[in-house]
């Protein structure tokens, strides 16, 4: 059951380490953000490159960060009953999320995202609007990211999940101490 544990460690690494540098995107996106509205209140002015990397960043930070909040157990559940679960029914719970509707989230939107992809990486798709931000396709891009960074989180937490269902002592998730 160790190995298992360790094997996810491993596999944790990614969102690890996106979660100590993607953060600071957040600083970006306010600094954006208060440029465009500086830009058009103070001074009647525009620009699209400024406002479509606004939305870039903002979806980037967000996507980017999946596998982060999933690891740091800061995704939604409901949990009325399972708070008060004990830690074998809690990896059951979570090992069946994973197993019967994270993983073939995954593969579903990975299914459909890679033509679209894959299109816009064919023609090196540019700006969406006149005089927006270039290399679109490396943004499409994120969507395929996104995808992968839940898939090895899933992963990784479902290793847990049947180390806790064979005994083993460990935490399903890192919400009590500073991820490194």
Known sequence: MQN??????VLDWPSRVLGRWIPWLVAAVVLLKFSTVALRYLFSST??????????????LFML?????????????????YANMSARGRALVDLLCVVLCVLPLCAILGWFSWPYVSAAWA????????????FTYLFKTVILA????????????????????GGAKVDLFETTKEVD
């Open 47 to 60: 620009s699209i490159k400024l406002q479509d990397s606004v939305t870039y960043a903002h979806a980037s």
């Open 146 to 165: 996104f995808t992968v960074l839940l898939a090895v989180q899933a992963f990784a937490i479902a290793l847990r999940c049947v180390a806790v269902l």
């Open 123 to 134: 023609i090196r798709e540019g700006a969406l609007f006149f005089g927006g931000m270039p």
């Open 65 to 81: 960060l999946v596998g982060y909040a999933y690891l740091r157990d800061d995704h939604v559940r409901v949990d009325m009953f």
């Open 4 to 9: 298992l544990v360790a094997i996810s460690r």
